[in-house]
């Protein structure tokens, strides 16, 4: 499926904001996740300069970027390294917005090429020039630009992460109705990187969109998580086997490293690296503090990754021996794990929470009121919602919260809020 551009207006407005100032602007965010897409779609509005790096030697990228770059900043002259190249920049007069995506590339081919930007921005930079610099790996770019000791720590004027985008926005790009539980079930499958959505076809089920990105011959998604780890310079077995635990249903370290047959001290590192470059999501239970918590579970956010691990790695040998009910049971369970964060993540300091004997899927806080929410992904009838609403109060008793909080209210979440607006759209 071709899809067009769609649903970044409010990065645009940042960029065109920054534009308008100029200076260092630094955009970051997963592989797939629209970056090179959405810059493409605003610098004509700049009349903007674009550059991909490629991995090789500096100066083959070189080369690269003057064959990119070199009709539009109309130079007479060829620079022969990374400085020649910002001293023909300075010597620009007119408002300029250049950008070089893939820039962690660059800076390891030449590691001086970040203090090289760092003179040109400090003491040669033109008022008027807004210099982008891009990249998907995420712990490179935190090196680049977030590392006190890195020569371009707080240079950069604006900081922009692009995130994967919403299941509104999934609908609406790919024409799925957005009460259906099969087009969340599809969502589910891709997540909110639109890489993955230009392989839905107009007609295709759920089914079908695993087949063609996970259980098809060559498929698109066969071998990502190693790209995505490769990418971020993740090397080893265990951390692979980490993830691979995780989504065989092991969610706290403890239980995560006797998988692995080592000590959990062992991981204490992996667990670390994997979350720094949003692989791992902690979690902790709702009230307690991120410092001082010792409860602790891990979980994959992403959807598609998150598949990968729980539904094809365990079953991708068996997968042509299931019939379709099989198959669609998995799809629908996968669904709804990213059902439950979806809706935990429409609300602002919601959390999981669990203690010893019961767990609850979110709990938050209204004004002294605390909000317990049952999420369950299909549409329930009023004489279900009934009993599980009950349920729910009777396991609340039992919970160490119902002695912190006051007033309780308890709410069911079916599939009903899919089309009920429960997930706003992206401006």
Known sequence: MELSFTNRSAEMQELDAAAAVGGLVVMFGRRRVGKTRLLRHWLPTKSGLYSQAIEAATGIQLEQAMRDLGPGLKLSLVPRTWSDFFELLAMRQEPTVLCLDEFPYLAASDPSLPSVVQRWLDHQRPRQFTLVLAGSSTSAM????????????????????????SYPAFCAACSRPPGDIESFTQFALVGGLPKYWEFLERKSDSLDLAETLYFGRSAFLEDEPLRLLRDEGIAGATSQSVMEAIGRGSEKPSEIAARLGTAQTNLGRVFQHLADVSLLHRQIPFGESPRTSKRTRLAIHDPALRFWYQVYSPHRTRWQGYDRAQKQKLLHDHAATVFEDHCRDHHAGAARYWEPG????????????????????????PAERTQLEHQLSV????????????????????????????????N
């Not at 000791?149 to 995130?163: D, F």
């Not at 979110?362 to 329930?380: P, T």
């Open 358 to 381: 019961l767990e609850f899927d979110f709990v938050r806080e209204s004004a002294g009121e605390a909000i317990v929410s049952e999420v369950n992904y299909r549409r329930l009838s």
């Open 142 to 165: 935190n090196d680049c630009f977030l590392n006190r000791a890195a020569p371009l720590y707080q240079r950069a004027r604006k900081l922009l992460q692009v995130r994967p985008m």
């Open 395 to 426: 396991r609340w008793q039992q919970s160490s919260l119902a002695r912190k909080f006051l007033k309780v209210r308890f709410e069911i979440l079916d599939a009903r809020v899919l089309g009920a607006g429960f997930f706003p759209a992206e």
